[in-house]
C-alpha cells in the first residue's frame, strides 16, 4: 500500500474538532471580559460561561450548579479524592478503596493520603482487567469513606460496570467517584442513572482545547475550597475563567454526545478489524475484556520486541501510535496496567496501543495492519532473546496463552 498518514493515539489526546475551534477562536477576540466583573464586558463572559455549564450539564444529565471548572482532568481527580478523604476524616473514616491500575492522577495522590494516616485498599483487576462487584462489596468496612474505580481503562480500554459499583456504594453510603476522562464523549455517561458522586473529565480527549477540564460533584457534597484566592466556581475555585477553552470544551462534548451512538458503531468496527487483523501475529496478545471494552482503544503485547522500539518502527511508517499512557511516556519501567493483569515484566515492555476516533477511517486499519506484521517480524530478528528462544526451542510465553 502507499504510505499514508495515520493518527492513532487518541487516547493521549485528541485533534480539536471544528465545532471546538468555531467556538474558541470568536471568544479570543470578542469575550474578552472578566467574568466576575459587573459591566457588560464582563456580563457577556458571565452569561457564555453560564451557557457553557449548562451544556457540559446537560451532557452528564446533571444540574449546572454541580459542574466545577478545572484545568484538567488530572486535577478534577486530586480535587475528588482528595474531598472524598477530607469528608470521611471528619467523620471518623479514613479508609479508601480503588484498584491497582488506576490513572497515575489517582494512584499517586493515593499514595499521599497514604503517607496522612489514610489506608487504602487495592482491588485486584484480574487477567481481563475488571474490578469483581463481590471482592468490592467485601472490601468496604464501617470506616471506609471513598471508592474510586476509573470508568474505562486509558491503556487496555476495559469498561467497568459503574452503575452497578455506584449503586453498591450508596447501598453502603460510600461516596463514589470515577475517573471518566476516557469514558465523557465516548460511551453513554449519566451521572443520575449510574449512581455516581463525583466524576472527572478533560476535554482534549473528545476533540476540545488542552488545558481545561470539569469535575461533576453532587450537589448534596458539601466542597471544601480547593484553590484560594478568588470567589470563582461558587467559591471554590479560584482564578479568572479560561472562557475561550471552556466554550470550546462545551462545544466539543456537545458533538460528542449528539453522534455518540454513529460514532461507537464506526469505531468499534475499526477496533474489531484491528483486534481481528492483529491476533493473526504469532505471540500476540489482546489486552483486557473481550466484552467490556470501549469502542476507540486497542491495547496488544507482541512478545520478543520492547515497545520504544515498536513506536519509532511505526512513526517511520506515518503511523503515530503509543505503548501505553502518555503521560508516563519518559518511564523506561514497563507498564503497570499490564503488570496488574499478570503479565510479565518482559512482555509488557513489547506493548502497544492504537486508540481510535471517528476521525479514523477503514483505509488506515488497512495500512496499519499492512505495516505492523512485518514491523514485528523484523524487530523480533533483530531480537537476541527472541533468537534464542527459537534457537533452544523455548516456547514463547504467548504461545501457550
Known sequence: MPRMFVYADNAATTAMSKAAANAMLPAMGELY????????????????????????????????????????????????????ARLGALAGKRHIISDTFEHHAVLHTLRRLEKEGFEVTYLPVHENGMVRLDELEAAIRPDTCLVTIMFVNNEIGTVQPIREIGKLCRERGVLFHTDAVQAVGHVPVDVAADNIDMLSLAAHKFHGPKGVGALYCKKSIRLQNFIEGGAQERNKRGGTEAIPSILAMAAALKESCAHLEENMEKVSAMRDRLIEGLSEIPCSRCNGDPDHRAPGIVSFCFEGIEGESLLLRLDLAGICASSGSACT?????????????????????????????????????????????????????????????????????????
Open 33 to 84: 471580559g472578566n467574568p466576575s466583573s459587573l459591566h457588560q464586558k464582563g456580563r457577556e463572559a458571565n452569561m457564555a460561561l453560564m451557557g457553557a455549564r449548562e451544556t457540559i450539564a446537560k451532557c452528564l444529565n446533571a444540574e449546572p450548579r454541580e459542574v466545577y471548572f478545572t484545568g484538567c482532568g488530572t486535577e478534577a481527580d486530586n480535587w475528588a479524592i482528595t474531598e472524598g
Open 329 to 401: 511516556s519518559g518511564s523506561l519501567d514497563p507498564s503497570h496496567v499490564l503488570l496488574a493483569l499478570g503479565m510479565p515484566h518482559e512482555i509488557a515492555h513489547g506493548s502497544l496501543r492504537l486508540s481510535l476516533c471517528e476521525y479514523n477511517t477503514m483505509e488506515e486499519m488497512d495500512y496499519i495492519l499492512s505495516q505492523l506484521p512485518d514491523i514485528v517480524r523484523t524487530l523480533r530478528e533483530m531480537s537476541p532473546v527472541w533468537m534464542h528462544k527459537l534457537e533452544t526451542m523455548e516456547d514463547p510465553y504467548l504461545a501457550v496463552k
